[in-house]
């Protein structure tokens, strides 16, 4: 059972440039959330899903796009990347049942925008 | 401003020693919070939840309590080991807000064999 997976694990963009973070879970969760962790900040929440269709922003969304076609898949994409988003990113799927939540995250990609 | 607040960035234990880690919220509707593990390079991993209308949840080496009139919770680890080093982060929920977690700065715990 993989999990969440994310793809690339590192990249390195020119400011300016855009691309796509990729995130895909097997674990049939209808929610799935993207995160991005600073030092001292913990992670704050970018973009989440509630499923197949459904968005919304979180705490940090400028400049950040998803889209959610699929139960499995949640990409992130940079518009256009500029230094302040140099970060690790981590994708979350998670399910509740009863009021209990079960968070599962990716392993996360480091992004560094020059 | 933050609403969950870890405000210790780091602790070192003696191994076999109690590790207490404390976290702090200011929203009163939060009734779910969580502790997670984190190593460096992975994602973070569930460790214990607790709900508002319990005070106490315990699993294994790990208890967590909930004082809700003070808005502060703690994870105690009893007894540590070399391996619970990791950053620990504190996270809270609310009611019918979609599963959305917000999270605190982490803590980040050494424990000297």
């Known amino acids: 059972n993989a999990g969440v997976t994310q793809t690339p694990k590192f990249q390195v963009l020119k400011t300016g440039q855009s691309m796509t973070l990729q995130c895909a879970q097997d674990m049939n969760h209808e929610y799935m959330s993207w995160y991005r962790q600073d030092p001292g900040m913990g992670l704050r929440l970018i973009h989440y899903?509630?499923?197949?269709?459904?968005?919304d922003q979180g705490e940090v969304p400028n400049g950040y796009n998803v889209s959610r076609s699929t139960t499995e898949d949640f990409p992130l994409r940079l518009l256009s990347a500029a230094p302040s988003q140099t970060s690790v990113y981590f994708c979350?799927?998670?399910?509740?049942?009863?009021?209990?939540?079960?968070?599962?995250f990716g392993s996360g990609t480091r992004l560094t925008v020059v | 401003d933050q609403q969950v607040k870890q405000n210790s960035p780091s602790l070192s234990v003696q191994e076999g020693r109690i590790s207490i880690l404390n976290c702090d919220y200011t929203n009163s509707m939060f009734d779910y919070f969580l502790w997670y593990k984190k190593y460096p390079a992975e994602g973070p991993t569930f460790l214990i939840s607790i709900s508002s209308i319990k005070d106490k949840n315990e699993d294994g080496r790990f208890t967590v309590f909930l004082n809700k009139s003070a808005k502060h919770l703690s994870l105690h680890i009893v007894p540590s080991q070399p391996g619970d080093s990791a950053v620990y982060f504190c996270a809270a929920s609310e009611w019918g807000a979609g599963n959305m977690l917000t999270f605190g700065g982490g803590t980040r715990l050494m424990v000297k064999p």
């Open positions: 899903s509630v499923g197949a269709g459904i968005t």
């Open positions: 979350a799927s998670s399910f509740s049942t009863g009021g209990n939540y079960g968070y599962t």
